[in-house]
T-cell receptor, first 112, second 115 residues
Framework: GDSVTQMEGPVTLSEEAFLTINCTYT??????LFWYVQYPGEGLQLLLK?????DKGSNKGFEATYRKETTSFHLEKGSVQVSDSAVYFC???????????FGTGTKLQVIP | DAGVTQSPTHLIKTRGQQVTLRCSPI?????VSWYQQVLGQGPQFIFQ???????GRGNFPDRFSARQFPNYSSELNVNALLLGDSALYLC??????????????FGPGTRLTVT
């Protein structure tokens, strides 16, 4: 079945540092790929998505590129802020209905 | 506009009891999905409903059931509660039945604790 593997956290960075959170997936066919973010005390929010190979999703300075050859969708940001502290989930969706398969989440803590 | 709303916010139940969770989708959205998020894990898909019909079901026992009403709101029922059912239950809505890259909007969740 479909699965998503993402790097374990927590990840602690200083403000303005470069962020990479690795994500790889296993799926049949051509899934859509997502990054969701969960801020403390809030619900899940879609951060960015990519629906086909080589697409780059971007939002709020975050980027991720759909790499079919390496089955990866790594999340990057050039300069993190304290307000980026949250749990980040890599996810995929494919098939005949709207099931989203999530990774286990990576907690990011940004310190001033 | 109001986002996805869920009730109640928190719930404490005893093993063996039954529970009903409620979800109201964003206005105009006709699809509702339910997820279970155990502490420290990613959400796990339980059901998707569209136009009152079940469109998809995850790997959960028959103790879990759901339905969708004509106004597109939805209920998730869990019977014979087990300690392992303690989790955050998330509802997500989207406009149509579409697949793949359809954006789903998540509610804040209902925190269920089974003692």
């Amino acid at each position: 079945g479909d699965s998503v593997t993402q790097m374990e956290g927590p990840v602690t960075l200083s403000e303005e540092a470069f962020l990479t959170i690795n994500c790889t997936y296993t799926a049949t066919g051509y899934p859509s790929l997502f990054w969701y973010v969960q801020y403390p005390g809030e619900g899940l929010q879609l951060l960015l998505k990519a629906t086909k190979a080589d697409d780059k999703g971007s939002n709020k300075g975050f980027e991720a590129t759909y790499r079919k050859e390496t089955t990866s969708f790594h999340l990057e940001k050039g300069s993190v802020q304290v307000s980026d502290s949250a749990v980040y989930f890599c996810a995929l969706s494919g098939g005949g209905y709207q099931k989203v398969t999530f990774g286990t989440g990576t907690k990011l803590q940004v310190i001033p | 506009d109001a986002g996805v709303t869920q009730s109640p916010t928190h719930l404490i139940k005893t093993r063996g009891q039954q529970v009903t969770l409620r979800c109201s989708p964003i206005s105009g959205h006709k699809s509702v999905s339910w997820y279970q998020q155990v502490l420290g894990q990613g959400p796990q898909f339980i059901f998707q409903y569209y136009e009152k019909e079940e469109r998809g079901r995850g790997n959960f026992p028959d103790r879990f059931s759901a339905r969708q009403f004509p106004n597109y709101s939805s209920e998730l029922n869990v019977n014979a509660l087990l300690l392992g059912d303690s989790a955050l239950y998330l509802c997500a809505s989207s406009m149509g039945p579409g697949t793949g890259g359809v954006e789903q909007y998540f509610g804040p969740g209902t925190r269920l604790t089974v003692t």
